[in-house]
């Protein structure tokens, strides 16, 4: 059973910074691993994606101020958030493409979400 755990969520001012971190169990291999959020009312948004190779897109929303990062050998991506803003407030889902044995198709995993809320 895949298994993406989330951690690092919580309340930070305007301009602060937070780290969110994911690891995934359960899975043979991963391709990628990303961030998406969604905040009340809207639609869930790509915040950051990172290949197994280091290769790394982002929103252009959070480009300069997020940094993902990635832990091949435990299966773990970080999220470096920094200089955020009220409009950062929302739900962190993270994300893993993989197969879960080397016989399998490669799937979408999430998480179960982690809140961040930016307010003073």
């Known amino acids: 059973q895949v298994q993406l755990v989330e951690s690092g969520g919580g309340l930070v001012q305007p301009g602060g910074s937070l780290g969110l971190s994911c690891a995934a169990s359960g899975i043979f291999s991963i391709t990628a691993m990303g961030w998406y959020r969604q905040a009340p009312g809207k639609q869930r948004e790509l915040v950051a994606t990172i290949t197994s190779s280091g290769s790394a897109t982002y929103a252009d929303s959070v480009k300069g101020r997020f940094t993902i990062s990635t832990d091949n050998a435990k299966k773990t991506v970080y999220l470096q958030m920094n200089s955020l803003k009220p409009e950062d407030t929302a739900v962190y889902h993270c994300?893993?493409?993989?197969?879960?044995?080397?016989?399998?198709?490669?799937?979408?995993?999430w998480g179960q979400g982690t809140q961040v809320t930016v307010s003073s």
């Open positions: 994300n893993a493409i993989g197969r879960v044995t080397p016989w399998n198709t490669r799937q979408d995993y």
